[in-house]
């Protein structure tokens, strides 16, 4: 369509929201732009700024295709999410370049992301031939018990920018199994990776209306989470906005799935490996550039090996190499955009003045490849006590608190003592040490002897406090999002038969 506002360059790589099985611009015609945050100069695309009616669209069209879908036998459903899996598999590497494009992280992480969304994508797809229920004896003669899982219909999903194909498969796959319609959301910041996923879904032959996408600011967000016909609202991201989800979704409701943020810690002990600690923590601390809601943010460190492990640490972080993404040699790449990253340097300075020491880093990089581009230095602050602010909030940037202990049962007092839950792991050769911690650490995820990043597909995903809202993504567990069990009694007897009263029937 020709739009006389629109330069042909612009028209080149203006993208469209997709309602209704068609790529459409938004009501407005409004966009904004996706820019690379390793080069600001180079713009990748321009998205639509779409607006609360371009989401009632995708509602109402979510709504009319939720009425056959449903009905599709989930055999048949799963056959297109398979296919779905094989397509993204064949594009993984253009996918991966795509997506370090437009959210930084560094090539290897972005096909790792990719290829989370390809075994999200076979292993609930997978659930087409099963989506259990029960069958159980019924307290009464000549009648049938047993449950299933029923679609519960709309499904608004808002996700982020940190696994931009990654969480949008978790939400979406679960939900288009069980039997649902989706309308995504994805992050301003990285709509690309979400679009090459949907037009995946369209290729493999998802049906017009039972997967749509509008992208935009908070008025789509908004519109998402108060709109009467939605009944399921999937959201990762920030617990402020989490709360605010919640809220708007509470008058109506709707169930609701939080995955928000994380305060992780590593715990090493004086009889680990320290070099299977230092990696650990390395790649914990600022893989993704500690943007992920599982980094280890902090590191606490048995006061037997605290100055030992610290040295190596500031070494090895000090050498990682910070820069463009796309180039293999790059180790780390920048924050996503110039927001977080003055967060990240608003922390650094919070932990100057709470009187922790910087080992390492502390500085924005700015001069030649840096220049364009949204890149920190590895930081590493020592000397951190439980109750500086820098060992309390989440940063999401690369930026770890290192802070000492004198025995397990005090890293697990400090680990716990967050208002987070998401993940935690601890380093050590003692059995007896990593069981307690397992089950003293009140988080939803745990790893011994690894760091706290690397969350498989096939267990469940999310945590406890202020991380989340008692549901969990990915794994089986994905389903109970996704599906409300109904429970089916079939009486053959041919007469009234009342439960709890007609007990002498043997
Ligand atoms: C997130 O940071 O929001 O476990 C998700 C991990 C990844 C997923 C992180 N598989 O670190």
Redesign the pocket.
Known sequence: MWRPDLTAYDLQMTYSNFVDGKWVQSASGATFENRNPANTNDLIGLFPDSTTRDAELAIAAAKRAFESWRLAPAPKRAEILFKAAQLIAARKEEFARDMTREMGKVIEETRGDVQ?AIDMTYFLAAEGRRLHGQTAPSELRDKFAMSIRQPIGVCAMIT?W??PM??PSWKIIPALVCGNTVVLKPSELTPLSAMHFVKVLEQAGVPAGVVNMVTGGPPVGEALTTHPDVAVVSF?GSTAVGKLVNQNAAPFFKKVHLEMGGKNAIMVMDDASLDLALEGCLWGGFGTSGQ???AASRVIVHEQVHDRFVEQFVQRAKSLRVGNGLDTATQMGPSISEKQLQKVMSYVEIGKQEGATIACGGKRLTSGAHANGFFHEPTIFTGVTRTMRIAREEIFGPVVSVIKCRSVDEAVSIANDVVYGLSCSIYTQDINRAFKAMRDVYTGIFYVNAPT???EVHLPFGGTKATGNGHREAGLAALDVFSEWKSIYVDFSGKLQRAQIDTENL
Do not use: D
Request: aromatic share 8%; net charge neutral; hydrophobic share 40%.
């Open positions: 989370e982020p940190n696994f990654a969480i990762t992920r809601c599982t990043i690397g969350a």
